[in-house]
């Protein structure tokens, strides 16, 4: 390498990379050596590489490039194959010798090739991968074409073009005028016009002192690293920056401030300086046009502070780094006390390619006042985590769901956090909104370096708070007071909110710090200290309310108030960590015992309940199998007599209460008060009991044996029931209180489907899907025959296909969902197994111009849309008065709505007909309820009633109401938890003056010695399944499908356990035994 | 602690540009933290108060005035760690090795530490340990991590390692195979090629395992000394094309089939090399 004189003769050695096309026919292997890729694994994978190379002479057909950061960070250590850009994400050692030998071929190993996450369908190529696609990588681009350590790689690309063409004129202010035309902003976060700086910086006289240029690449903001992949991956870019920024601003010096915490940007750093210097792009007369220019690397020391410029500069000084008063502005008064001009590592990396390609090209990328890309790290609960460049103004929703792939599990994403410690939270129903300077900061958060961290229903915006806050309070410098003691102030309030010592006034108390420190701090750090606290309130504060009020972290992350996350999901407060202990030493009466106490229902339970606590167990988040819980219960109740169990019964009081509605809300509200000793009366309008239980859920999920049987155990003397009888037709409301009752409690269900209100809807054959399953649970009636349509994704929909498909006369079942099948809110295994039986999916197809199905209708009502308006009517073909048959069209998806899931578009043209002989429509249930609206009861439009959320008082004093009728079509272990309140509830109302208890966090407080787990088994175990019916032995019949798990089984699952309750409970049963201890040593 | 040693230190060092924190961070790479001789000893040297040298060295987290573990464990507490359910690694770390965040275990073995972000924001929950990156870190892993971390972190079995792979090798300029037979080096044919040291040309034999690095002298040169490297066969300097990615002092090359180089750094002591693909041009 030789160090050049002139610009003509390094222009010449330039040329020689530019024309060199030779190699580019070769194909080429690049994969990431940065920090993430070599985290991954990625220098095992260039080992092998080199190794096959060598042992098999490819080196004249195949190159290697070892490259920084190419941002799919998710994907990695994957490799891509040019010239095709063949993408193999997730490499392991061994698939490399068969991606190198196809390479060679040009070809395409098809098995390794990159996919969406649960799609089938392979992307050939780079450009065809959604997260690249929607990108705009003007800057990060370049990352991929570089190998950092190796300056002709940079200069191939056409590197130090902009340089040269900056030192080609002698008056350089001309580089200043580019800058500002570009409007280019600043990239560390504040977004003050470059342009502008650089003006200033120029303009300041330092009678022949120096003047520094400061590369600012602390990035102390957690969460975001696009500073470090820069400087990792493309050195030289940052470098030209900086040269060029010099000869604009006439600086002397440059220091890139990197912090320790990235070695490897470090060592690139120092490796292109070097390379550039050995060049004459740095040092004395560079390229002898009579500039000097040096640039050194200045390690930080671990500070979040020093981002600061003003406390950067004192930490070059080697001084402690604390921010000082500005005016003088660096710009004045810098770096030892000269003019100092510091940018950030993304301005300046921005600076080669406004000065090659114009600042009108420029401009014409991003939106107006915020020229050009910006690069954020993606990160968090989202799928393609990684690094992504998009231009300034594009949509969040955009960057999130189509380049980000949405969110990484079953839960939806909530809010994205941008800016870091100075930034805020901007919550989902808000990302329309354009990413760019000033619509951040108008909703309360800012651009920030460009962290955009995603967080979805298992993040605690509280606890999110408090984390940046303890951040924070450990980072301030101390020199302001009410920076120092505000953040700590803060954070101590929201310890006591998470942990459960949170009142109202803390709620006022931080609101009122937060604008204090604010206003009254010196530095930008003390100055946004309090947006984490205050965009989170602005956008979450019922999350707040939650915590102190209910004592409960809806996300399950705040520790104390969630204790075992199985237990605190159980809305019926069961423990199952401790029956799964319980099975796990053999003793199943006591498992019973343990499940009965908080849950009536038991067997019904373990056969229909929707499993929140598998849902939640630690387990299954922290990326293994959640503990079949219900299947052990299913095994507890399955083998022991419920009579182990014995509940209380009170002496008879005189009160009496009415209950409208036997299904399982009413029933357990009923038992609850009897065993108080009230006397209850239950008014079913069916002739049997079971609500929901009998009359809409098949047999072959619970049979009917069981729901008799349990519901047999649940009834006492103080306990009447009045089958036939129907509040509205046999009654009202004044009847019941008037008569006998001193309170009624309401549980009559959701019992009316949703129509689909097109033309020719009550022609014969169609059926609404509660009257389809009612008739044949109840009455014995098959209604459907030959190809059966059912039109809904939900439960009901599922259970109607089902069914249809044991009647005799049916041929065919089809189900049509209008969205895609993940999306189908059924449970995923009911999904499954009527697959298995033979039911056909149809996803993406809706019957035409149908906008509400019961998904939206739930979101819908939870806004207080009004329904009713947006259902347009069509004809539905029929001959004769009876249905033969509809037309559908078929739909993609759209855009995500404010649920976070995509909306279903129709797609003109593609209409379909579809002959039926009978079709359900199952898009849905509500509640028969006009008639309690005229008893004076407050009802919405959705049929549902309403009620105190705490108390389930309705608007009528003395009557309460629970289950699907207030919630809109519910679980049955909601129902039953609806049950649980209400008997709470109206024993209160009943004894007045009863005092309410405080809310406490439901910790476990009993110790259960743990089985003694070895490292293998607990590494080998896997989830129990419990056996299922083979599709030809249930297809026809009503079979229980579901069968229980052997002894054995049911016991080693339980052996799987973390016992999460140990936490809680292990320190208190040993200091427990110490004082025992030390009693005993007292009566002695 | 070595005086000397600290001098030398503060010597290399530009005072004048208020190296502090380079010199206090040399310092610390050498004893793992910041003995309070040190501390005096730079005060003295560089003409600041203590106060001011102790300030910098208690503001900066990068900086312990205790003595820290033989391995270093870092948990990235980053935000994208953070929602990852990082604070769950932490108190597991904090279970098994019974000691809080900062600390080091009573047998000086393994000090636990937190750091606000390691931008690896991509893979958190991400531990770094001896400076060797765990992605996507479970708490069931933990244990895992720590054993691995007390039996060293690159220990590679060369026999049954597929990383580890022969490399014939020989000289760039007359071509002659560099491979002997006769001193054997981790089982295999070893390399052999002259040093210049100490006034005279000695052989110098290294693995022709790739990625071992093990190296037999017979008249071993002092510490950190460039030396330039020969072919014992044409008695000629062995070629530079690149200067060492880690240390910056010129690389010697040697040839690995046609037009291959394998590229070593000629100062004793730096493990940096290069494989470099690309042909080499001899003109």
Redesign the interface.
């Known amino acids: 390498m030789k160090t050049f004189q002139t610009v003509a003769a390094f222009n010449a050695y330039r040329a020689s990379f530019l024309t060199d096309k030779n190699e580019e026919k070769k194909p080429c292997i690049v994969i990431c050596g940065g920090?993430?890729g070599?985290?991954?694994g990625s220098n095992?994978l260039i080992?092998?590489i080199?190794?096959r190379?060598?042992?098999q002479?490819l080196?004249?057909k195949l190159?290697?490039r070892v490259t920084g950061c190419l941002g799919f960070?998710?994907m990695?250590p994957f490799i891509i194959v040019e010239p095709g850009y063949n993408l193999y994400p997730k490499l392991k050692?061994e698939n490399v010798p068969k991606i190198i030998d196809a390479a060679v071929k040009g070809e395409v190993v098809e098995e390794l090739l990159y996919r969406e996450p649960g799609s089938t369908v392979k992307r050939y190529s780079e450009q065809e991968i959604p997260f690249f696609q929607g990108q705009t990588r003007i800057v990060l681009g370049q990352n991929q074409h570089v190998d950092p350590?190796r300056i002709g790689d940079y200069l191939k690309m056409g590197g130090y073009a902009a340089l040269e063409k900056a030192l080609e004129k002698q008056d350089r202010a001309w580089l200043v005028d580019e800058i500002l035309k570009s409007k280019l902003r600043g990239r560390g976060g504040a977004g003050f016009m470059t342009g502008r700086k650089w003006e200033m910086a120029r303009n300041m006289k330092n009678g022949g002192g120096p003047k520094y240029i400061i590369c600012n690449a602390d990035?102390?903001?957690?969460?975001?690293?696009m500073d470090?992949?820069m400087l990792e991956g493309n050195p030289h870019a940052i470098i030209e920056g900086m040269i060029i920024a010099a000869l604009a601003i006439g600086a002397s010096d440059g220091i890139i401030y990197v912090r320790?915490?990235?070695?490897l940007a470090i060592?690139h750093a120092?490796?292109a300086i070097?390379e550039a210097r050995r060049l004459g792009l740095l040092g004395k007369n560079i390229l002898g046009r009579g500039v000097d220019f040096e640039i050194e690397v200045?390690?930080?020391?671990?500070?979040?502070v020093c981002g600061e410029e003003t406390a950067l500069i004192k930490?070059?000084?080697?001084?402690?780094?604390e921010p000082r008063q500005r005016p003088p502005y660096p710009i004045e008064k810098g770096l030892?006390g000269h003019p100092t001009c510091i940018n950030n590592v993304e301005t300046l990396a921005n600076v080669p390619y406004i000065i090659n390609h114009g600042a009108e090209a420029y401009t014409k990328i991003g939106v107006e006042n915020n020229a050009g890309t910006k690069i954020f790290?993606l990160?968090?609960?989202i799928k393609n985590?990684?690094?992504v460049e998009v231009p300034l103004g594009t949509p969040i929703n955009k960057v999130v769901y189509d380049i980000g792939g949405g969110p990484v599990s079953a839960a939806r994403i909530k809010a994205i956090?941008t800016g870091?410690p100075s930034g805020g939270c901007i919550p989902a129903s808000m990302f329309d909104l354009p990413i760019d300077y000033d619509s951040l900061a108008k909703a309360g958060s800012i651009m920030g370096s460009g962290?955009m961290?995603v967080?979805d229903e298992n993040?605690c915006m509280v606890d999110?708070a408090k984390?940046?806050m303890s951040?924070l309070k450990d980072?301030s410098?101390g020199k302001c007071f009410t920076c120092r003691k505000g953040t700590q102030r803060m954070h101590e309030i929201l310890e006591d909110i998470t942990e459960g010592r949170g009142t109202p006034e803390h709620l006022v108390l931080l609101e009122e710090l937060a604008l204090t420190v604010k206003d009254t701090t010196m530095c930008g750090l003390g100055q946004t200290a309090a947006n984490p606290v205050m965009s989170t309130l602005r956008y979450f504060r019922e999350e707040y309310e939650r915590h102190i009020e209910d004592k409960k972290c809806g996300a399950f992350v705040c520790k104390q108030l969630t204790g075992a996350p199985c237990q605190a999901a159980c809305p019926v407060d069961t423990e199952p960590w401790r029956y799964v202990a319980m099975v796990e030493k053999g003793d199943y009466e006591e498992a019973y015992r343990v499940i009965r106490t908080a849950n009536p229902f038991p067997a019904v339970s373990a056969r229909v309940c929707d499993r929140k606590c598998e849902n939640r167990c630690s387990l299954g988040v922290?990326?293994?199998e959640a503990i079949a819980i219900r299947a052990i219960k299913r095994f507890v109740t399955d083998r022991v007599n419920p009579s182990v169990y014995k509940p209380q019964r009170a002496r008879k009081k005189k009160k009496e209460v009415a209950v409208i509605g036997a299904g399982p809300a009413g029933l357990t509200a009923a038992h609850g008060l009897s065993l108080i000793g009230y006397g209850v009366t239950i008014y079913e309008a069916e002739n049997q009991p079971g609500g929901m239980l009998t009359c809409s859920l098949p047999a072959y999920r619970l049979p009917r044996d069981i729901v008799e049987k349990e519901i047999k155990t649940l009834l006492n003397p103080n306990i009447k029931i009045e089958y036939g009888r129907a509040l509205g037709k046999d009654m009202t409301l004044q009847d019941l209180l008037n008569d006998r009752f001193d309170a009624v409690f309401l549980s009559i269900g959701a019992h009316e489907s949703w129509r689909l209100d097109l033309e020719n809807e009550d022609v014969e054959g169609i059926f609404p899907s509660i009257q389809f399953l009612k008739a044949f649970n109840i009455r014995g009636e098959e209604l459907a025959r030959g190809h059966v349509g059912i039109i809904g994704g939900g439960n009901s929909a599922v259970d109607a296909a089902r069914v249809a498909l044991r009647q005799k006369d049916v041929t065919s079942v089809s189900l049509f969902y209008r969205r895609t099948r993940e999306e189908m809110p059924a449970y995923e295994e009911e999904i499954d197994a009527a697959l298995e039986e033979g039911v056909k999916v149809e996803t993406l197809i809706s019957p035409v111009k149908i906008h509400v199905r019961q998904e939206d209708i739930e979101a819908a009502l939870k806004e207080g849309v009004e329904l009713e308006t947006l259902v347009t009517p069509i004809k539905i073909f029929s001959k004769e008065g009876r249905i033969i048959g509809i037309e559908c069209i078929k739909n993609r998806l759209g855009e995500v709505d404010a649920t976070g899931r995509r909306r279903p578009v129709p797609i003109p043209g593609s209409e379909f007909r579809v002959e039926l002989d009978t079709l359900i429509v199952a898009i849905g249930e509500k509640p028969k309820s006009e008639f309690l609206a005229s008893m004076g009861l407050d009802v919405n439009r959705g049929g549902r009633l309403k009620v105190d959320r705490k108390t389930l008082e309705t608007s009528l004093k003395g009557v309460f109401a629970g289950g699907d009728l207030v919630t809109g079509p519910n679980t049955v272990i909601d129902a039953i938890a609806a049950g649980k309140k209400a008997a709470k509830s109206i024993d209160r109302f009943l004894q007045k003056g009863k005092i309410e208890k405080a809310a406490a966090p439901k910790l476990p407080s009993t110790y259960i010695e743990p089985a003694v787990i070895d490292?293998t088994e607990?590494?080998t175990a896997r989830r129990a399944e419990p056996a299922v019916l083979a599709p030809h032995e249930r297809v026809k019949n009503f079979r229980e499908v579901t069968l229980v798990l052997p002894e054995d089984k049911a016991r080693a699952e339980c052996r799987r356990c973390l016992r999460c309750d140990l936490a809680f409970t292990r320190d208190k049963s040993a200091s427990q035994a110490a004082s025992h201890t030390i009693e005993g040593a007292k009566h002695d | 602690m070595d005086t000397e040693n600290i001098l030398e230190i503060i010597k290399r060092s530009d005072k004048n540009r208020g190296a502090i924190i380079a010199i206090l961070e040399e310092i610390q790479a050498t004893y793992t933290y910041l003995p309070e001789a040190a501390l005096r000893l730079v005060a003295e040297e560089t003409g600041h108060s203590l106060t001011d040298i102790y300030g910098v060295a208690t503001f900066y987290k990068a900086f312990s005035l205790k003595p820290r573990g033989k391995h270093c464990i870092s948990v990235c507490l980053g935000t994208a760690c953070h929602v990852r359910g990082a604070q769950a690694i932490v108190d597991e770390f904090k279970y098994e090795l019974k000691i809080a965040p900062g600390g080091t275990t009573p047998d000086n073995e393994i000090s636990l530490e937190t750091v606000n972000c390691l931008g690896a924001c991509a893979l958190g929950p991400t531990v770094v340990a001896d400076g060797h990156y765990f992605p996507h870190v479970t708490k069931g892993e933990v244990r895992e991590i720590i054993a691995r971390t007390k039996e060293e972190m690159e220990k590679i079995n060369t026999e049954t390692d597929d990383r580890i792979f022969r490399l014939p090798l020989s000289c760039p300029l007359c071509k002659a195979s560099l491979m002997d037979p006769d001193h054997p080096l981790d089982g295999h044919p070893s390399v052999r090629i002259d040093v210049s040291a100490n006034g005279r040309k000695n052989p110098l034999r290294l693995s022709s395992l790739y990625g071992s690095g093990a190296v037999a002298m017979e008249d071993p040169v002092p510490l950190n000394q460039v030396s330039p490297l020969f072919c014992p066969h044409c008695d000629e300097e062995l070629p530079s094309f690149s200067i060492c990615p880690e240390c910056g002092s010129p690389m010697a090359a040697l040839l690995v089939r046609a037009g291959c180089a394998w590229e070593i750094c000629t100062r004793r002591g730096c493990r940096g090399h290069l494989l470099n693909l690309n042909q080499i041009n001899l003109s």
């Not at chain 1, 990035?219 to 690293?225: F, K, L, R, T, V």
């Not at chain 1, 200045?298 to 979040?304: L, P, S, T």
Request: glycine share 16%; hydrophobic share 30%.
């Open positions: 920090t993430g070599q985290a991954s095992d080992r092998i080199k190794r190379i060598l042992e002479n080196h004249d190159s290697l960070c998710e990695d050692m350590i990035e102390g903001d957690p969460g975001a690293y470090r992949s320790t915490e990235y070695p060592k120092t490796i070097r200045f390690h930080g020391a671990g500070a979040f930490s070059i000084e080697g001084k402690m780094g030892f790290s990160v968090g609960k985590t990684g690094l956090q870091g962290g961290i967080m993040t999110v984390y940046f951040f980072e410098c922290s990326g293994g490292e607990a590494q």
